[in-house]
């Protein structure tokens, strides 16, 4: 037990003084606690099946993570991403994965070995891209949900992937029966936990609220999560799908927003243990002495599915920039891959030096990927000139009014718009004002409104009015030239916080509707935005 307590302590101590050191050069937490994983690795020379335990307990991780995906996705949001799931995440995984296997296959691996190696090196890395992409809100983002309905889809062809090292581990495997069983078994996972999440999931919530004590409401929330990832693994598949189908399906539920809060904390901690895990199969020593092939492995490896997966999606008909952007979002290989590794190995289907190989590029690839996603917008900067839509608008607006900002202004002048019941959306710049908007339930974009092409996807031209609700006198000046472009009339009410900023916006923009800042201001704003018939 002191053992176990030193070894957690020091763990801490490591990940909080790395990540501090790296937090000044600007370097993502994945990494400290990847250095963090090898470090303790070496200095408690832990051995495989220590760090296979570790790992079993930071698989929570990415089960609490699945989770909050699941709570940021209803079923009729799944439903509108059936193309980013079911279309380009299969073409990722059948093409990228198909061209894996032809190429280790030439390199003299056996048919089955190939396979499965080949349509693992296919899948991407569901915790880095996920968490990257949360913190800098680009999940909402054109690429960002490209990326994550291959993800999704991803993450359910880890079954497939499973049933082959079965199925060629076993020569008396009949593989029709073994199709038969994984139907079934889907049919069964899908059908039982739509009947608790309808049913049993709710109620338990909704008899816990009432109590309003807060350790049985996690209690609650840690048990659906348990519960449902426990019983798709019972019926053949990941903990991390029963996960996401519970998250799904109480995501339709108002208990969504506090069981995020709730959760947060559960689901970091033990991602952070999970990439510590990550770095403890990582051998330094091993990578120095074969350099050259793990680097010709993972060069190999980062290109072919760059390329590949910027062609599916092109030729698909995105952009050139958010083809790129999702291309190398998703180019490394995920941590499913580490345990098919293993798993493939105490079969007979994979020698340990290859094995060590693959981890040792696998892990590498990982490391790379925060900083490629942190230098995203930089990367696509450079190789590419065109501008990306930022959101993608699901509902079509007419006769409504747009409002651009949702600080202290905003927020008055929606509630007013809301009184009289006006259809308005709301175009905000900072994640934390978009999230606390999402919370409210309010139409609102994380998106920058001085883009022609945003205020086009928002119809601006069949818009009551446009609301600049914002402070900043050189933005606010920048969107109102922006408008002022278009070649029709649009209606621009914006505020001036003197009469000498009014002078300006009157006299430089043509603007009307300015008001000078005073109490009731919100109100004033709201009737000369409903100028028009609604």
């Not at 680097?295 to 490896?301: K, P, W």
């Not at 891959?337 to 040792?360: H, M, P, R, Y």
Request: charged share 20%; with cysteine; net charge neutral.
């Amino acid at each position: 037990m002191d053992f176990v307590l030193m070894g957690f302590i020091l763990t801490l101590f490591i990940s909080i003084i790395l990540n501090i050191i790296l937090a000044k050069i600007n370097v993502p937490t994945i990494i400290g606690y990847i250095l963090t994983g090898i470090i303790i690795a070496k200095l408690f020379s832990m051995h495989t099946e220590h760090i296979e335990t570790l790992s079993h307990i930071s698989e929570l991780g990415i089960v609490f993570m699945m989770f909050m995906i699941g709570l940021e996705f209803s079923f009729r949001y799944l439903l509108k991403m059936k193309k980013e799931v079911f279309l380009y995440g299969f073409l990722e995984v059948f093409i990228i994965g198909s061209l894996f296997s032809i190429i280790i296959y030439l390199l003299g691996f056996p048919v089955h070995t190939a396979l499965i190696l080949g349509y693992t090196l296919s899948l991407s890395s569901t915790a880095i891209v996920v968490k990257m992409l949360n913190v800098s809100g680009d999940i909402n983002k054109q690429y960002g949900r490209k990326a994550l309905g291959i993800l999704i889809f991803q993450d359910i062809a880890v079954i497939p992937i499973m049933l082959m090292i079965e199925i060629f581990s076993k020569d008396d495997s009949n593989l029709v029966l073994q199709l038969a069983k994984i139907g079934i078994s889907a049919v069964v996972l899908i059908v039982v936990m739509y009947i608790l999440g309808r049913i049993l999931f709710e109620k338990i919530l909704t008899w816990v609220s009432k109590l309003r004590n807060e350790e049985l409401f996690i209690g609650s929330i840690l048990f659906i999560v348990f519960f449902s990832s426990y019983f798709a693994h019972m019926v053949g598949f990941s903990y991390s799908l029963g996960a996401f189908l519970a998250g799904v399906l109480i995501a339709e539920t108002h208990f969504k927003y506090q069981i995020e809060a709730d959760i947060a904390p559960f689901r970091d901690l033990l991602l952070g243990l999970f990439f510590i895990t990550v770095g403890m199969h990582l051998d330094p020593i091993f990578i120095i002495k074969n350099i050259d092939k793990v680097l010709l492995i993972l060069i190999s490896i980062l290109v072919i599915k760059a390329l590949g997966i910027y062609l599916i999606i092109r030729l698909a008909g995105a952009q050139h920039r958010t083809s790129l952007k999702v291309a190398l979002a998703l180019m490394q290989v995920g941590e499913f891959a580490l345990a098919v590794f293993q798993i493939s190995q105490s079969k007979g289907l994979l020698d340990e030096n290859i094995a060590q190989l693959l981890t040792a590029a696998v892990v590498l690839s990982m490391i790379i990927t925060p900083f490629v996603l942190q230098n995203l917008k930089y990367i696509a900067d450079r190789l590419t000139n065109e501008v990306e839509s930022d959101i993608i608008v699901d509902k079509e607006y007419k006769n409504h009014v747009i409002v651009i900002g949702y600080g202290g202004l905003g927020k008055k002048v929606v509630k007013q718009l809301k009184q009289k019941g006006v259809e308005y959306v709301i175009i905000e710049q900072d994640y934390n004002l978009v999230n606390e908007g999402l919370k409210e339930n309010e139409p609102i974009y994380l998106a920058n409104a001085a883009k022609r092409e945003i205020l086009e996807k928002l119809n601006i031209k069949d818009a009551c009015s446009v609301v600049v609700a914002i402070s900043h006198f050189k933005k606010k000046r920048l969107i109102c030239d922006i408008l002022n472009d278009f070649n029709f009339h649009i209606n621009i009410v914006t505020v001036a916080s003197d009469s000498k900023e009014k002078e300006i916006l009157e006299f430089e923009l043509d603007i009307e509707n300015i008001i000078v800042d005073n109490e009731e201001i919100s109100k004033i704003i709201v009737q000369k935005a409903m100028r028009c018939e609604l």
